[in-house]
Structures are given as structure tokens and as C-alpha cells.
């Protein structure tokens, strides 16, 4: 099952990303698919940079879990965006919808 985690590698990048894991005879593998750093701003908010957009990685890409600190799941607003934004796929907003107001003029 292919599940939005955040993982912190042991490098120190925090990648999101869609996460499928496997059993192997070399050990667990996580394939990240649609794999972004996450990178935070001087202003206090979050930026996804595409982790290694030099590569064809349309399948994702495969990382031993030996090789990885921790696995969390993202707050439901950013995974929402991560799923709109990164990987265009259809979801259903967590926010109430804003009715606009209706503005008669005469």
C-alpha cells in the first residue's frame, strides 16, 4: 500500500513522498515515488524541491530502511498540497469549503 510519509534520511534531507515498502533478501526497501525535499524558508513555511530531478526516476526510487532515521506521517494540510501540488492527483480538501458572499447592486 502506497502511503504520503516523510522520511529523514541519514544524510539529514526530510524527503515527502509516496511510500511503498518491500522485503528483499538484502532487507527492507522503501520506493519513494514523486520524492521531494523538503526545504524550509526564511519565512517560516515549507518549499518541495524534486530529490534527484536529474534522474529518471518515474518508477521511484528504492532505499534500504537501514539507511533511514525515522518515518512520520505529514500534517493532513501538507500532505494535501504535497498530493495537489507534486503529484496531480485528485483529492478532497480538509478545509470547509467558503461560500461566496452574493452582492446585489441596484
Known amino acids: 500500500i502506497q502511503m ?12 515527502i513522498a509516496k511510500v511503498t515498502e518491500t522485503t528483499t533478501d538484502g532487507g527492507v526497501l522503501y520506493n ?3 520524492a521531494c525535499v523538503l ?3 526564511q519565512e517560516g513555511k515549507l518549499m518541495f524541491v524534486k530529490w534527484i530531478p536529474y534522474a529518471s526516476v518515474k518508477d521511484g526510487i528504492s532505499i534500504l530502511k537501514s539507511k533511514t532515521v525515522f518515518v512520520v506521517d505529514p500534517q493532513p494540510e501538507l500532505e494535501d498540497h504535497f498530493t495537489s ?3 496531480n492527483d485528485l483529492f478532497i480538501p480538509s478545509k470547509k469549503v467558503v461560500k461566496p458572499e452574493l452582492t446585489l447592486s441596484t
Open 4 to 15: 504520503v510519509k516523510i522520511i529523514r534520511l541519514e544524510s539529514g534531507e526530510e524527503i
Open 32 to 34: 519513494l515515488k514523486d
Open 39 to 41: 526545504v524550509p524558508t
Open 85 to 87: 501540488v507534486i503529484t
